[in-house]
């Protein structure tokens, strides 16, 4: 059975910084990677995603996979205030119409100004 | 666009009542899910559907029982609330890949 753990659990960073976030998968025949980001009392949204090795990077936030090291990371640059939230990491191993993603047990991200 | 709707917002049951809770989505996914949340932790797979009628457990489904007697919605029923549970519950509807929320139902049994 997949398993998704996230690190660090929470994570203090000062406005501007750069900010790292990990997430480890079990299954090598994973094939889909994604970050979702959840502000306080509100709905988990969709971030980033990527399917193979490499990276990604959409405006101040890469994401970066390595399937041979069964990891990916999100990158936060210039780290701002309202990125303040729980970031969930997910994967899907297989290729079907649905998409069934098991979810990291999240790390908590405070900006502070 | 689309937006998935969860009623109620907020729902306080005592020990051993059965619980409800509704979701709507008119993306016109066929797949849809609940999970449970606790205190700003990890998603927790209860029950998935992949079409109408379809149910499919997760890795948190004792205790719980689901429904999907059409397209666009998918309850949820908690069979037995247990004292002093507190958690949020989230559906999600998804085509291949990206999964999509709503704003969660917040249990509190007393």
């Known amino acids: 059975q997949q398993k998704v753990q996230q690190s660090p659990e929470s994570l203090i960073v000062p406005e501007g910084a750069m900010t790292s976030l990990n997430c480890t998968f079990s299954d090598s025949a994973s094939q889909y990677f994604a970050w979702y980001r959840q502000h306080s009392g509100k709905a988990p949204k969709a971030l980033m995603s990527?399917?193979?090795?490499g990276e990604k990077e959409e405006g101040r936030f890469t994401i970066h996979l390595n399937k041979a090291s069964l990891h990916f990371s999100l990158h936060i640059r210039d780290s701002q205030p309202s990125d303040s939230a729980l970031y969930l990491c997910a994967v899907i191993r297989e290729s079907s119409s649905f998409s069934k993603l098991v979810f990291g047990q999240g790390t908590s991200l405070s900006v502070v100004p | 666009g689309g937006i998935i709707t969860q009623t109620p917002k907020f729902l306080i049951g005592q020990e051993g009542q059965k619980l409800t809770l509704k979701c709507q989505q008119n993306f016109n996914h066929d797949t849809m899910y609940w999970y449970r949340q606790d205190s700003g932790k990890g998603l927790r797979l209860i029950y998935y559907s992949i079409t109408e009628n379809d149910l499919q457990k997760g890795d948190l489904s004792e205790g719980y029982d689901a429904s999907r007697e059409k397209k666009s919605s998918f309850s949820l029923t908690v069979t037995s609330a247990q004292k002093n549970e507190m958690a949020v519950f989230l559906c999600?509807?998804?085509?291949?890949?990206?999964?999509?929320f709503g704003p969660g139902t917040r249990l509190t049994v007393l």
């Open positions: 990527i399917f193979s090795n």
């Open positions: 999600a509807s998804s085509i291949w890949g990206e999964q999509y």
